[in-house]
């Protein structure tokens, strides 16, 4: 669960604290493993939500991952990312075609 319990300031904007660590890098493949993404459609549509929203990629990450434990994963690194977003790929196919 995430909580807003401290305000961070960034540049001149004030943002609530997270527990939430930003995305790293991915390091060697020995120490991490993207996790797998079983994507359903109640998943698909909130990130077609959050993405209509145009919100950055650490804030579409964070709002991803409060939902995201109930899937038994969560989005840590860049690798995750593009793991996710390449899940998301068949269901915009779906909706294209």
């Known amino acids: 669960m995430v909580h807003f319990n401290q305000l961070q300031r960034t540049g001149t904007k004030l943002r609530a604290a997270s527990n939430v660590s930003p995305l790293h890098q991915s390091g060697s493949t020995a120490m991490s493993r993207a996790p797998a993404f079983e994507l359903d459609r109640r998943l698909y549509r909130l990130y077609e ?8 990629v650490q804030e579409m990450v964070w709002a991803l991952n409060v939902v995201l434990p109930e899937y038994g994963v ?24």
Do not use: M, Q, S
């Open 49 to 56: 939500k959050l993405r209509a929203c145009n919100p950055g």
């Open 74 to 97: 969560v989005i840590r690194t860049c690798e995750d990312l593009e793991v996710f977003i390449e899940a998301v790929e068949p269901f915009e196919a779906e909706d294209l075609g």
